[in-house]
């Protein structure tokens, strides 16, 4: 990922809460762009959302549609988690009580490709994604269940354990001296057998399926 600067599309119903974020990324490397992204400018690597009102949501969908290669970090609000779809395409979902330097901080390591999570919600998303993912009951020595179509290899089992982690791909490659499309090839097969659309949904199957983190 580059050095410099991020152009970040930031989301909020609420003029509050949308200038608060701006004010949190003030002076950082992400680079918030005007309103949502112009049209015929660059294309934004980051997505920051607070899904305040439906519309927000409705917001957020439609810039992952326009630019689904942008990382997109949601918020928590007082209307609880976000919607199912969108938990599954988030990066990183945080809590709203995040301070300026908690979410510089989950913003970079989102960009070097690691999942965020805040602290506590881990037990809510699962309950939440538990819909869109296997059901199994397994093995945390050979991941093999019901639900999985093909049993996880014990590579898989390792790197999925790492993902749990919230490790990054050159975390992994270097944990077991192995090449990072090695590595990628591996998440890609897990997510396949997981029925996963990303590595949060992946790290969280891991750990509802007793797979500790590494």
């Known amino acids: 990922m580059s ?18 974020l701006r004010s949190h990324l003030n002076g950082s490397r ?6 949502e992204g112009a049209a015929g400018g660059p294309a934004p690597l980051l997505i920051v959302a607070t899904l305040d009102e439906p519309r927000s949501a409705e917001t957020v969908r439609t810039l ?18 976000p ?38 919600l881990l037990g809510r998303l699962v309950e939440h994604a538990r819909p869109a993912l296997a059901r199994p009951a397994a093995s945390s020595a050979q991941a093999t269940a019901p639900g999985l179509a ?8 390792k790197v999925l354990r790492c993902l749990a982690g919230g490790a990054s791909n050159k975390m992994i490659a270097l944990r077991y001296a192995l090449a990072e499309p090695t590595v990628k090839i591996h998440v890609k097969n ?4 997981l029925k996963a659309q990303n590595r ?15």
Do not use: Y
Not at 70 to 77: E, H, P, Q, S, Y
Not at 89 to 113: Q, T, Y
Not at 150 to 157: C, I, K
């Open 150 to 157: 093909t049993p996880l290899s014990t590579s898989e089992v």
């Open 200 to 214: 949060t949904q992946a790290a969280i199957w891991a750990r509802e399926n007793g797979l500790h983190p590494l």
């Open 3 to 20: 050095c410099g600067n991020i152009p970040t599309v930031v989301v909020a119903s609420n003029a509050l809460a949308r200038e608060g």
């Open 190 to 193: 897990i997510l396949r057998k």
């Open 83 to 120: 919607p199912e779809d969108l938990c599954a395409a988030a990066h990183g979902i945080l809590d709203g009580a995040a301070g300026p330097a908690s979410l510089i901080g989950a913003l970079e390591l989102v960009m070097a490709d690691v999942a965020v999570l805040s602290p506590g």
């Open 30 to 35: 992400f680079a918030v762009m005007p309103g």
């Open 64 to 81: 992952r549609a326009a630019w689904p290669e942008a990382r997109l970090v949601l918020f928590t609000g007082a209307a609880g988690l």
